[in-house]
């Protein structure tokens, strides 16, 4: 029944790529660039509305509470409520999540 042992194939392949996904962590060199489009014209170094300075894994970690609560919200990106709901925002969101 080769049909059947097919069926199984894919079944099989499909359950391995989930598990491969759902196990990829989202690590600081996926986030540097969604900060470097969305956040860093206004928080860098040379730039830093409100103070915060947003363009290394160390900044990020330390403003973690604040940045989680101002993209959550909304309010950040400045003039983006929708930018959370994004592939970008949710995966920043989950970056933030997962790291101490
Ligand atoms: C167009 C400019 C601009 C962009 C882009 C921007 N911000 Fe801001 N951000 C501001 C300003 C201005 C303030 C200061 C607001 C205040 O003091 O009331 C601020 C304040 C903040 C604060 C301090 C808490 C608060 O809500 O006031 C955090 C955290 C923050 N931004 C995170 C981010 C993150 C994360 C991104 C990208 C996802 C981002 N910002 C993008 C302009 C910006």
Redesign the pocket.
């Known amino acids: 029944m080769p049909g059947l042992r097919l069926f199984a194939l894919s079944a099989y392949l499909l359950t391995l790529s989930a598990t491969s996904q759902a196990a990829e962590a989202v690590t600081y060199k996926d986030v540097a660039p969604?900060?470097t489009d969305?956040?860093n014209?206004?928080?860098a170094s040379d730039v830093a509305?409100?103070n915060?300075v947003?363009d290394s894994e160390d900044l990020l970690l330390k403003?973690k509470d604040?940045?989680l609560?101002?993209?959550s919200s909304g309010?950040?990106?400045?003039?983006?409520p929708e930018?959370k709901d994004s592939p970008e925002?949710q995966k920043?969101l989950n970056y933030l999540k997962a790291n101490p």
């Open positions: 969604i900060l969305a956040c014209s206004c928080h509305y409100g915060v947003l403003n604040a940045v609560e101002a993209v309010s950040m990106p400045l003039g983006q930018f925002g920043l």
